[in-house]
């Protein structure tokens, strides 16, 4: 086989494991591990497509389309004094890191906007970044979490301002909710 320049994605190394497997000395979770190994990080997903950050947010509100979901009360209480166009990718996105949650292509990141996998400044996951369980946390748990968090974030000691004012609307809110 000759050497790949490029990354191979999840299905294109299936393919290859399937035909490595003929003789059935090696399972196909064994095989994928190696590859994983030999590719020297995990495999990417594709990123999620606009179809289906769509159609997730549109079964979420039980609509069959984007029409009715405008017409959706629910929604549209939801979304009062923004304005959104439902035509591109990007508008679908925002809605659905709102509604359904962080897509699989935003999950491990690393950088000054990232706690625990994702991006603060896009995803307004409060629990998951506070690494809390929404059942069981107290107020008191939330002040902790975010006091270690705010240690690390705080404009003063070289955090984003952005982040640590996410932090602190994120702190607020759940202390309210718990109320």
């Known amino acids: 086989m000759a050497p790949r ?10 393919e290859l494991i ?9 399972t196909d979770e064994v095989l994928f591990d190696f590859a994983q190994k030999v590719n020297g990080a995990p495999f990417s997903e594709p990123p999620m ?5 769509k159609s997730a947010v549109l079964l979420k509100f039980g609509c069959r ?5 405008r017409k959706d009360k629910t929604f549209m209480m939801s979304m009062t004094g923004e304005t959104f166009a439902l035509r591109s990718r990007e508008d679908w996105m925002k809605l659905y890191r709102r509604w359904i949650g962080v897509p699989p292509e935003e999950t491990g ?10 991006d ?3 995803n307004n996951r409060p629990w998951h970044i506070f690494g809390l369980d929404s059942n069981t946390a107290s107020k ?14 705080h404009p003063d000691t070289g955090g984003d301002p952005r982040v640590f ?3 602190h609307i994120m702190k607020d809110s759940l202390i309210a909710l718990m109320d």
């Open 140 to 153: 008191e748990d939330v002040k902790k979490a975010f006091k270690a968090l705010a240690k690390l974030h």
């Open 18 to 26: 399937t035909q490595l497997r003929r003789d059935d000395l090696w």
């Open 165 to 167: 004012q996410r932090l």
């Open 49 to 53: 497509t606009a179809a289906q950050a």
């Open 65 to 69: 389309n984007a029409l009715e979901l």
């Open 109 to 118: 990141r690393i950088g000054p906007t990232c706690i625990n996998g994702i």
């Open 120 to 122: 603060v400044l896009e």
């Open 5 to 14: 320049r490029k990354r191979l994605s999840k299905p294109q190394v299936m």
